[in-house]
T-cell receptor, first 115, second 114 residues
Framework: KNQVEQSPQSLIILEGKNCTLQCNYTVSPFSNLRWYKQDTGRGPVSLTI?????NTKSNGRYTATLDADTKQSSLHITASQLSDSASYICVVSGTFSGGYNKLIFGAGTRLAVHP | DGGITQSPKYLFRKEGQNVTLSCEQNLNHDAMYWYRQDPGQGLRLIYYSQIVNDFQKGDIAEGYSVSREKKESFPLTVTSAQKNPTAFYLC?????????????FGPGTRLTVL
């Protein structure tokens, strides 16, 4: 079954600290993996996208890693800010029979950054 | 929210009513999608359209209907047959290269059944 599991479900950190969010997936065949940031009551916004051949990608203070062999990804946030408080969603894209491309969404990790 | 608008932001529906959620994009994207988001769950695909005048059911299409008469517009109707419609609805469109195939999301519509 194609699934994306994220951990932890929620996380509280102090402003200025680093944190790492985890994503494990069983989607096959694999096309790419994305991390989205979703503020409360808003639509998700893309942070990074990685294909099979990429094992790390950065976007400012956000760094995503991908291990396609173990089917794991992580999102590392450096020097957290209050504005980082949001849900972070891991999404895996698979290309299935007939060229149909489908996104499988994780349930997200809710991050709260406290002053 | 990158060129995709959804309206209204909040919508209230009475039992037995049909309601229509609007989604418009000015990104010149061919493909558009509707997702439903419930607390503690990943987004689930309702309907998608790869081209004008064509659309396909997603994983949870029952109780919903769509149309795609224009490239820019992909409205979603939540019918009275949808028994649990209270949720956050997200529209997306797809662009970018074949490898990345990125979807861009609108700001969402929160639907509540009274």
């Amino acid at each position: 079954k194609n699934q994306v599991e994220q951990s932890p479900q929620s996380l509280i950190i102090l402003e200025g600290k680093n944190c790492t969010l985890q994503c494990n997936y069983t989607v096959s065949p694999f096309s790419n993996l994305r991390w989205y940031k979703q503020d409360t009551g808003r639509g998700p916004v893309s942070l990074t996208i990685m294909t099979f051949s990429e094992n790390t990608k950065s976007n400012g203070r956000y760094t995503a890693t991908l291990d396609a062999d173990t089917k794991q990804s992580s999102l590392h946030i450096t020097a957290s800010q209050l504005s980082d408080s949001a849900s972070y969603i891991c999404v895996v894209s698979g290309t299935f029979s007939g060229g149909y491309n489908k996104l499988i969404f994780g349930a997200g990790t809710r991050l709260a950054v406290h002053p | 929210d990158g060129g995709i608008t959804q309206s209204p932001k909040y919508l209230f529906r009475k039992e037995g009513q049909n309601v229509t959620l609007s989604c418009e994009q000015n990104l010149n994207h061919d493909a558009m999608y509707w997702y439903r988001q419930d607390p503690g769950q990943g987004l689930r695909l309702i309907y998608y359209s790869q081209i004008v005048n064509d659309f396909q059911k997603g994983d949870i299409a029952e109780g919903y209907s769509v149309s795609r008469e224009k490239k820019e517009s992909f409205p979603l109707t939540v019918t009275s047959a949808q028994k649990n419609p209270t949720a956050f609805y997200l529209c997306a469109s797809r662009g970018g290269t074949v490898s990345y195939n990125e979807q861009f999301f609108g700001p969402g519509t929160r639907l509540t059944v009274l």
